[in-house]
């Protein structure tokens, strides 16, 4: 579950939780954590296929 993610994966759920109701974008979570572009998508989509978050491709990310 949630509480089992480390790292990358971890701080970005923690940000999704901390920004709750704001449209959050895929540039949010790179400028957060520093991240360059490839790795932020990979993770993204990584976190998705995982089911720990939805993505509204053209629009925002949201914390499941």
Do not use: A
């Not at 993610?5 to 959050?24: A, C, H, R, Y």
């Amino acid at each position: 579950g949630v509480e089992h993610l480390s790292g990358p994966q971890g701080w970005t759920v923690m940000f999704l939780k901390d920004n709750q109701g704001k449209e959050i974008f895929i540039k949010d979570v790179e400028k957060r954590l520093d991240i360059s572009k490839s790795v932020t998508s990979n993770l993204i989509k990584r976190m998705e296929k995982n089911g720990f978050i939805s993505v509204c491709y053209g629009s925002n990310i949201r914390w499941m």
